[in-house]
């Protein structure tokens, strides 16, 4: 089940989110957060754009696993970009080529489309494959490489962007 998000998913999103940070080049955020500091972030951006969670269900239950999420940020703050949004797409680990993230993003720009957003950027860490062919899938296509612009783990890394205009 898709859904929009909310503060209380705030540990459950933590889980999925600092595997990333901790293992991975995925995000080039270093720091472990915190579930206050994910409910901070949920509240801030689903007051403004989609914020969506994965839920799977036990069947007789009312209770959940969230196992992903995705939402649209601001993408610079000069008030010229106000109609282009950034995506994030996260899936826990170990549960990729089971529909999650396409099924996140079709929702996710279903949602968006409903907006005034008018341009979508996807800033992805390279390597990315699995990120690269799930935007691509959708009509991003990538239209800039930034050599060496993140470092992690004591390497440099380069960061590409892709995009889709909505309107």
Not at 42 to 51: E, H
Not at 134 to 141: A, I
Request: net charge neutral.
């Amino acid at each position: 089940m898709i859904r929009p998000a909310s503060p209380a998913d705030g540990a459950a999103l933590c889980a999925i989110y600092n595997y990333y940070i901790e293992n991975t080049i995925v995000t080039c955020e270093e720091t472990p957060i915190n579930a206050a500091e994910m409910e901070d972030r949920i509240r801030k951006i689903s007051a403004k754009y989609p914020y969506l969670v994965w839920e799977e269900k036990a069947s007789g239950t009312g209770a959940g696993e969230i196992n992903g999420y995705a939402y649209v940020n601001t993408w610079k703050e000069r008030s010229s970009y106000r109609y282009t949004a950034e995506l994030s797409i996260y899936v826990r680990n170990g549960l990729h080529d089971r529909g999650i993230g396409r099924a996140l993003m079709e929702r996710l720009l279903e949602e968006v489309r409903k907006t005034d957003i008018h341009a979508l950027v996807a800033g992805i860490a390279l390597p990315n494959d699995r990120s690269i062919m799930l935007h691509e899938k959708y009509g991003f296509k990538k239209i800039a490489q930034f050599l060496e612009t993140g470092y992690k783990f004591g390497k440099w890394l380069d960061i590409g962007y892709w995009e889709l205009i909505l309107k």
